[in-house]
Every structure is written in structure tokens, then in C-alpha cells.
């Protein structure tokens, strides 16, 4: 067998059709090709494993870059069809356990998802927003070279549309608050990072005189356990002291409450939630945030659920130093957030900050104040879908303020008045338009969403599934017993039928009344 033979021989085999399953087999014939062989055929058949092992790679590479660019087509699709009703399906069919990705023919099955204040699905225009950042555009923002300059731009891009949704509604603003300042917004891994650093923001930068005594903080006690278990922490370590402002049976703190339990040389953070993840109540920042701007003490508040819901403008919020924002709860990927601070907000009132960062330590990322390589094409989504919720705010409100209260007449309707209890504020204005935390008295909620849970997705959020231990929100709200092991957490969404809102209430009740043995 001379080389030629051997090279067409390799040729041959390189041009067998690529097919990864078939690829041991195609190794296997060469291998022992070459074991039945004289020694001076070893070597020419090495060059022509070598050729052939090149044309397979190559074949192989022109099969990938096929791939791609059809990966590329879709994301590219104008029309967007294929990913808009991939995405906007009401997530899983009752056989399944994975996500539907294609129309399905059997929608009646299809689980209704209202469970929004949990998590969102990726809208299809963030998904299309963050392709590109997910393929071509894969540079460091922090590389020179041009492969850097994309995605740093898309970053900054971002960030504008972040402060555009907190921009004023008024345009009087005497505030001097500088929010185009693009530096104003520092993007985090999740929403529980962003009020983790809003606290250690206060710690770092108290006052000396403050420092030398225990820094004071002050919150309400119905907080996302973000803010609540991380204080816990603090006060173990001795790094605070903290006072829990008490809500009232709607769930809402009264602002004079707030402000009386500020000591003036001592609080160094004042953090209140805007709306409240489980009873949908909306906290008075605006009063809260206006009175610690001029008593000089630093405001957050935790925006996650509030956001895309309600206005997060930063004049109706009282001018806060600090707000959380959350990507998952508008339609951008888990894992991206950010923390509004107003610029100059570290530096006054004997305030300073190390030039170092303040949770994540290392890179010169973020302005040199959070280290780590950012998540460009979350963020990138992040950024779309702040855009969208500025965008589509009023209509998606008043929305899903007309499906929650069909939510609740259809219960109520379907299992009578006397049963059904909608725990937090009565007053729209004071709640969240898509949050319906709703007690059925004398059922066990995590039973029954144990029993639906196919056909409808959404939180007990009240209690602990196993131990039906009733939450912290509904015993600091005070809903009576009956009424608080019976709650469910029912989150609605821009994209929630007046169909999928009848359906779901009909399953709920029969799912109700089969456990209190009145079917
Ligand atoms: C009010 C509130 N704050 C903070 C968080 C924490 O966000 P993440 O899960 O992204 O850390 C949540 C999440 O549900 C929330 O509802």
C-alpha cells in the first residue's frame, strides 16, 4: 500500500458524512487499520489519520458555523413568530415537565401561570435584545480591542434605559439629583445582592463619630428576607442595631411611625420596601425618602416587586438615595439587578467611601466599585425590559388591575363571599395592581397547590408547605388564623387572560371545596 493509497484512503474517510454518533465507529476502523499494518505503513497511515482527522475537524466546524447561522435566522426574524409563541405560552402541559417550546395543539392542558411575583418568563423581545450578546458579541466590555467595544456599548445602552425608567414624571426638579449620571446605576447578580450592598453602603460610609457608636437602622418587619435575614445577620455580628417598624392589617407602615423611630445621630439607613412581594401593599417612601433627605440620613427601598407594576419615578418615590431594581420580575433572565445611588449620596453629611469595592472585591468593574466580568447579555435584557416597562406601564396596569379583580369575584362567586378573604389594602392605590394574596377560610394552601399544581401555577407564599407555618407577612398583618393556613399568592401578569383567570379560579375552588369535603 503506498502513501497514495493510504491519503485517499484518509480522503475517503474524511468524506464520510460527520455524524458525531457515527465518529467512535469511524475512529474504531482506523485504529485497527493500523495495528494489522508493517511498520513503514504506520507512518503513512499516521499522515493519512492526521488528514483525515483535519477534513472530519473541518467538516465538523462547517457543520457548527450551518448551525449558527440558523440560530442566528431566528433571532434575526423580524417577525419574531417562531420565539413569540414559543414565549408567551402558558409555560407547561400537565404531562410535561419541561417548558413547552413549540405552539402546543393541546392549549386546554396547558398550565395557567400565576405565580408572576415569583418569577417572569424571558419576553421574546429581551430574548431577541440579548441573541447577539449571546453569540457574535461575546468580548469583555473591558478589552481595548474591538471585540470589547460592542458589548461595552451594550452595557451603557443598558444602563441609560435603567435610569430613563427612574427618570422624574415632573420636570421641576430643584433635586439637583443628577440621574442621567450614568455611574447612578450598579448592576448586581440579583436583587438580594443589590439590598445587601444598599445596607453595607450605609455601614461603609457612616459618619466616624457614627461609626464609633452602633450605626442604627431602621426598616418595617414585613421586608424581603434580602433585607430582613441579612440585618438579622448583621445584629448577630454586632455590626447594628435595628428597629422593625410594625405594619397595620393591611400590611401597610404609617410614615409618621417610620420617622418617629429614627434616632437623628445614630440612624445611618432608613430601608423600606416600595410593595410588598406576598400582600401586593405599597409602603409610603415617598413621605419616608422626603423627610430622611432632609434630615441628611441615606433612604433605600426595595423596588423588586414594584417595579414594571407601579411608577418607580424617582419624584414618586421621594427622592431615595437607593433602589433596588430586579430583572426576573419584567420579563429579563434570573440573575441580573442593579442598585440605583444617587450620585454624591456617599460622599455628604460626613459620609465617605473607600475607593474599594463594598461586597465584591476585586476588578475595576462597575466603576471600580463591584469587581467580577459583567453578565452582558442579561444585562442587555435587563435593559430591554426597563424600556418595555416604562413603555407599557399604564396599559399593563390597568390590565392586570381588571384581571385581579375578576380573579377575586370568581372565587368569591364560585366559593362565596364569607370564604374568601383578600388580605392587603382594600384601596387600589395603595396595592399592587396584579397581587392577589387571597386566604379560603379553613383550607390548607400548600395542599392545595400540592393538588393543582399542574394546572396551575402559583405561591402558597403564606406558608410553609411542609409545617404550615403561617409566613411573617400574614402574622405581621395579623390575618386571622382561619384565613392565613388558606392563603394563596396569586401574581398576574401583563400576558393573563380573562380565560386563564375564569379556568384558574374554577380549578382553585373545586380544588377548595374537594378538600373541605363540600364538592
Ligand atoms: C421584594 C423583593 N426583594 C428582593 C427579592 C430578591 O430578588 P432575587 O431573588 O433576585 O435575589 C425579591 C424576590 O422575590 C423580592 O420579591
Not at 409555560?91 to 417572569?120: F, P, R, V
Not at 481595548?144 to 445602552?157: K, M, Y
Not at 444602563?159 to 450598579?186: A, G, V
Request: charged share 15%; proline share 4%.
Amino acid at each position: 500500500m503506498d502513501i497514495f493509497t493510504i491519503t485517499a484512503a484518509a480522503y475517503v474517510l474524511c468524506t464520510i458524512p460527520y455524524d458525531p454518533l457515527e465518529h467512535s465507529t469511524i475512529t474504531s476502523i482506523t485504529v485497527t487499520s493500523m495495528t494489522q499494518s508493517s511498520t513503514s505503513t504506520q507512518a503513512a497511515l499516521a499522515v493519512g489519520l492526521i488528514l483525515g482527522a483535519t477534513g472530519v475537524a473541518l467538516l465538523s466546524w462547517l457543520q457548527k458555523q450551518q448551525q449558527k447561522q440558523r440560530f442566528l435566522d431566528i433571532s434575526d426574524n423580524s417577525n419574531n413568530d417562531c420565539l413569540e409563541s414559543s414565549l408567551w405560552l402558558n409555560t407547561t402541559t400537565s404531562s410535561s415537565t419541561t417548558t413547552s417550546s413549540t405552539s402546543s395543539s393541546n392549549e386546554d392542558d396547558a398550565c395557567i401561570y400565576l405565580d408572576y411575583n415569583g418569577t417572569t418568563p424571558i419576553y421574546p423581545q429581551v430574548l431577541q435584545a440579548m441573541m447577539p450578546y449571546l453569540t457574535q458579541n461575546y468580548g469583555n466590555p473591558s478589552s481595548s480591542h474591538v471585540l470589547g467595544r460592542e458589548p461595552r456599548r451594550a452595557v451603557d445602552q443598558a444602563r441609560k434605559e435603567i435610569i430613563q425608567l427612574l427618570q422624574e414624571t415632573t420636570s421641576n426638579n430643584d433635586n439637583n439629583n443628577n440621574i442621567m449620571d450614568p455611574s447612578s446605576i450598579w448592576f448586581t447578580s440579583c436583587g438580594t445582592e443589590s439590598d445587601n450592598l444598599a445596607i453595607q453602603l450605609a455601614l461603609q460610609s457612616c459618619s466616624e463619630k457614627q461609626a464609633k457608636k452602633k450605626p442604627h437602622i431602621v426598616t418595617c418587619n414585613v421586608e424581603h428576607a434580602a433585607v430582613s435575614a441579612y440585618l438579622n445577620v448583621l445584629v448577630d455580628q454586632g455590626a447594628c442595631t435595628v428597629t422593625r417598624v410594625p405594619v397595620d392589617a393591611s400590611g401597610c407602615v404609617s410614615s409618621q411611625a417610620m420617622i418617629a423611630a429614627v434616632r437623628t445621630k445614630k440612624t445611618v439607613l432608613v430601608t423600606l420596601m416600595l410593595a410588598n412581594n406576598e400582600s401586593g401593599a405599597l409602603q409610603p417612601c415617598q413621605a419616608v425618602a422626603a423627610y430622611c433627605r432632609r434630615a441628611g440620613i441615606l433612604f433605600h427601598t426595595d423596588a423588586a416587586q414594584a417595579v414594571g407594576k407601579t411608577s418607580v419615578a424617582l419624584d414618586r418615590l421621594g427622592y431615595p438615595d437607593m433602589v433596588s431594581l430586579v430583572g426576573h420580575k419584567i420579563g429579563a433572565p434570573k440573575g441580573v439587578a442593579c442598585l440605583y445611588v444617587r450620585p454624591g449620596s456617599m460622599q455628604e453629611h460626613g459620609r465617605a467611601l473607600h475607593k474599594h469595592g463594598v461586597l465584591m472585591i476585586g476588578g475595576a468593574q462597575e466603576f471600580g466599585r463591584r469587581g467580577g466580568t459583567e453578565n452582558v447579555p442579561s444585562i442587555v435584557g435587563f435593559g430591554r425590559a426597563a424600556a418595555m416597562a416604562k413603555d407599557g406601564l399604564e396599559k399593563n396596569a390597568v390590565h392586570m388591575h381588571a384581571m385581579r379583580a375578576r380573579l377575586l369575584e370568581k372565587l368569591q362567586e364560585l366559593l362565596g363571599k364569607d370564604m374568601v378573604r383578600a388580605n392587603g389594602p382594600e384601596d387600589p392605590a395603595l396595592r399592587l395592581p396584579n397581587t392577589l394574596s387571597v386566604g379560603l377560610k379553613g383550607v390548607h394552601s400548600g395542599d392545595l397547590l400540592g393538588c393543582i399544581g399542574d394546572k396551575v401555577a402559583a405561591s402558597a407564599g403564606a406558608t410553609c408547605h411542609s409545617t404550615g407555618a403561617i409566613s411573617s407577612v400574614l402574622q405581621a398583618m395579623k390575618v386571622p388564623e382561619e384565613f392565613a393556613r388558606g392563603t394563596l399568592r396569586l401574581s398576574l401578569g401583563p400576558k393573563t387572560t380573562a380565560k386563564d383567570v375564569d379556568k384558574a379560579a374554577a380549578i382553585i375552588a373545586e380544588a377548595a371545596k374537594k378538600q373541605l369535603g363540600t364538592a
